[in-house]
């Protein structure tokens, strides 16, 4: 979303850790913390374009909406990686069944990334996906602004009117055995 003229540049007056990841890295710093993030999450949003993030922060996500937290996550409708969608949307049932709300947006291509954990947000390059957090040199600026965060969390609010929801009923209608195995096959192609 571009700015709009009068609209107020979005910086934080308090700058956050940058976060690094890569395959030189023993340990992901933005995953670590991201899913130190969590742990203790009420509202989690997360926009990502390439959405196959590892089992333990899966398990992460659906915690914190097993205990009463609420995870959002806007995903791409339209990709210009057909497998990653495939592997994205394979992940979807055990989410949705946490109580994990997914919508997929659709005017085009999403190539944004953050995540808003409460009033932390994450900010750079890094998808939730193997590539970006073991192959690829990586991002990621660590925010703690609660203006930044109400604002980010307004433009989220508001790409919702151009996104799909997908529930639980329509995910288990559309898997059909071939779409579980084109969804396995993507996820292990994909994943370490």
Known sequence: RRPHRGDRPLFSRQPGPVLFSGPRLVRNQFS???????????????????????????????????????VELLLAGKTDVPLAQRAA???????????????????????????????????????????????????????????LAAEAAAMFTADLAHARPITLAEWTASRTWLTRLRGAWARFLLTK
């Open 89 to 147: 949307r394979s992940l979807y049932g055990p989410l949705l069944r946490a109580g994990v709300r997914i919508w997929e947006y659709q005017p085009q291509i999403l190539h944004a990334k953050l995540a808003l954990v409460d009033d932390a947000l994450f900010v750079g390059s890094a998808n939730l996906d193997a590539r970006s957090l073991s192959i690829n040199y990586e991002l990621t600026v660590h925010l703690h602004d609660a203006r």
């Open 32 to 70: 670590r913390q991201l899913g130190q993030s969590l742990r203790h999450a009420r509202h989690v949003r997360i926009v990502a374009a390439y959405f196959v993030p590892s089992f333990r922060l899966r398990r992460a996500l659906r915690a914190v909406a097993r205990r009463g937290g609420i």
